[in-house]
């Protein structure tokens, strides 16, 4: 393992993240702050429809050969996402029909949040990401003040 991937895996440690997901486009972004900005509004949606409490998600945005960028990333909210009857159903059906391809599962399935830092985050060096929702809250409430 690498030392940066040893760095975001303690850094990203610090959250009890609930999802993965990723989103390519079938417009292809040319601009990672605009694969971000679409990964917050997918989860506005989510926030709006469930009537949830907190909502608090990492974002990164990869780019492809092509130059265009697709996003991973994970989140977490009160009331647990994954405890939300249908709500990975709905992130995928928003997200495939405003968007393109993705997925939305589990973190459990990818192995956790190692097996996200060492399949995704960095496959490619340096990656641009962002974090968004409830920061402040997580911030405080979450494993980073212990």
């Known amino acids: 393992m690498t030392e940066l991937q040893e760095a975001w895996i303690a850094f990203l440690r610090r959250w009890d993240w609930q999802i993965f997901y ?11 702050i605009l694969a971000i900005d679409r990964a917050r509004r997918v989860f506005e949606v989510l926030r709006v ?31 647990n996402i994954l405890k939300l009857q249908g709500s990975l159903k709905f992130l995928w059906l928003y997200g495939r029909e405003y968007y393109g391809m993705c997925r ?25 990401y962002d974090m968004f929702g409830d920061i402040d809250y997580y911030a405080i409430g979450s494993k980073f003040d212990k």
């Open 22 to 32: 990723t989103q390519t486009f079938e417009d292809q972004p040319k601009y990672a």
């Open 49 to 79: 429809r469930y009537k949830m409490d907190k909502l608090f998600v990492f974002a990164c945005a990869e780019q492809h050969k092509s130059g265009a960028y697709h996003v991973h990333g994970l989140a977490l909210g009160e009331p």
């Open 104 to 128: 939305y599962e589990s973190l459990k399935k990818v192995g956790g949040v190692i097996g996200y830092v060492g399949k995704y985050l960095t496959k490619t060096g340096l990656v641009e």
